[in-house]
């Protein structure tokens, strides 16, 4: 993903650790990129675990969805709320000073309201919404797509068309879409409209989450401002979700369902995956995110039903290809 949420995908990365290297003619170091092998070893086990946290909890979301008849609503506002506790919690822990310079900073408020509402409410809803109409591996997947978005963009800032690498991701990305959407037969859909409509969206949303909040995040940090941006993006949900009048009937197995999909699935992915980002780097991190849409069809293979054709399966692969494509 330029990055990858992804689904679930964090709200921006921050900038790679640099590393001293040399010397100018003023006797100062100059900044390297280069990072050592424990690095980059490190770093890609870290981004790894998050995109497999991802992956999981797409499928264990369908399962709170299916088996305990979990409004997709309700679980957003819930797992927004509790993750943004534990996100401003960290803050308030680690980085107390950029917590309080945020609170202080009314310039930042209405930039930190569009980023909830784009990065975090729109993503969260419509990613839970197409796993419900569909499953997690087939939303998984649809959400990648955001890159296409990114690159749109960059293009557009740039100038420029898409390069011949990029315009060959762009058509793969184009038929997987095709082909998962109809199953190969171009007279039909073999989606759901609605799946397919609140996947696109999540694409959408996830790629605004690669560029809007990356100046606030320079400025507040990861855990300041995703904190933050859950919370709002929670209590908006709350007068329309009322999550203590429509909370489903859980046994202690949704009850740990639910815990993992707040601390491991939202909490503990994006700590792990923007941690091994700053060792790694973005390339690196974005290549191991693709760990993510192919947990995400594993699991639901294995724990939640999902049933996918050859056709679905083609065209999931050529849309992961577009990720190594796409830069």
């Given at each position: 993903?330029?990055?990858?949420?992804?689904?679930?995908?964090?709200?921006?990365?921050?900038e790679p650790?640099?590393?001293?290297?040399?010397?100018?003619?003023n006797?100062?170091?100059?900044?390297?990129?280069?990072?050592?092998?424990?690095d980059?070893?490190?770093?890609?086990?870290?981004?790894?675990?998050?995109?497999v946290?991802?992956?999981?909890n797409?499928?264990?979301?369908?399962?709170?969805m299916?088996?305990?008849?979990?409004?997709?609503?309700?679980?957003?506002?819930?797992?927004?709320?509790?993750?943004?506790?534990?996100?401003?919690?960290c803050?308030?822990?680690?980085?107390?000073?950029?917590?309080?310079?945020?609170?202080?900073?009314?310039?930042?408020?209405?930039?930190?309201?569009?980023?909830?509402v784009?990065?975090?409410?729109?993503?969260?809803?419509?990613?839970?919404?197409?796993?419900?109409w569909?499953?997690?591996?087939t939303?998984?997947?649809?959400?990648?797509?955001?890159?296409?978005?990114?690159?749109?963009?960059?293009?557009i800032?740039?100038?420029r068309?898409?390069?011949?690498?990029?315009?060959?991701?762009?058509?793969?990305?184009?038929?997987?879409?095709?082909?998962?959407?109809?199953?190969?037969?171009?007279?039909?859909?073999?989606?759901?409209?609605?799946?397919?409509?609140?996947?696109l969206?999540?694409?959408?949303?996830?790629?605004?989450?690669t560029?809007?909040?990356?100046?606030?995040?320079?400025?507040?940090?990861?855990?300041t401002?995703n904190?933050?941006?859950f919370?709002?993006?929670?209590?908006?949900?709350?007068?329309?979700?009322?999550?203590?009048?429509t909370?489903?009937?859980?046994?202690?197995v949704?009850?740990?369902?639910?815990?993992?999909?707040?601390?491991g699935?939202?909490?503990?992915?994006?700590w792990?995956?923007?941690?091994g980002?700053?060792?790694?780097?973005?390339?690196?991190?974005?290549?191991?995110?693709?760990?993510?849409p192919?947990?995400?069809?594993?699991s639901?293979?294995l724990?939640?039903?999902?049933?996918?054709?050859?056709t679905?399966?083609?065209?999931?692969?050529?849309?992961?290809i577009?990720?190594f494509?796409?830069?």
């Open positions: 993903m330029c990055t990858s949420k992804t689904s679930e995908r964090p709200a921006g990365v921050a650790d640099v590393a001293e290297s040399g010397e100018t003619a006797g100062r170091p100059t900044p390297s990129f280069e990072r050592t092998p424990r980059i070893l490190v770093g890609g086990g870290l981004a790894l675990a998050g995109g946290l991802w992956g999981v797409a499928t264990v979301s369908k399962i709170l299916g088996s305990y008849h979990a409004d997709p609503l309700w679980i957003a506002c819930v797992r927004e709320l509790l993750a943004g506790v534990i996100f401003l919690v803050s308030g822990l680690f980085t107390p000073d950029k917590l309080m310079g945020a609170l202080k900073d009314r310039g930042s408020y209405p930039r930190l309201l569009v980023c909830a784009t990065c975090v409410l729109m993503v969260q809803v419509s990613y839970l919404k197409a796993i419900d569909t499953n997690s591996g939303a998984t997947v649809l959400q990648t797509l955001n890159l296409l978005v990114v690159l749109a963009f960059v293009c800032m740039g100038r068309l898409p390069g011949k690498r990029e315009s060959v991701g762009v058509a793969l990305a184009f038929v997987g879409t095709v082909l998962i959407a109809t199953g190969g037969d171009l007279t039909q859909l073999s989606l759901p409209l609605p799946g397919l409509l609140w996947g969206t999540d694409a959408v949303g996830t790629s605004m989450m560029i809007l909040p990356i100046a606030l995040m320079a400025k507040w940090g990861n855990f401002v904190g933050i941006m919370m709002i993006s929670g209590i908006l949900l709350l007068p329309f979700v009322k999550p203590w009048a909370a489903p009937a859980l046994d202690w949704g009850v740990a369902l639910m815990a993992f999909t707040v601390i699935g939202t909490f503990g992915a994006f792990l995956f923007l941690a980002t700053q060792k790694c780097g973005a390339m690196r991190a974005t290549m191991l995110g693709t760990s993510e192919v947990t995400a069809t594993i639901g293979v724990f939640a039903g999902a049933v996918f054709t050859p679905d399966l083609a065209g999931f692969a050529m849309i992961i577009m990720v494509l796409v830069r």
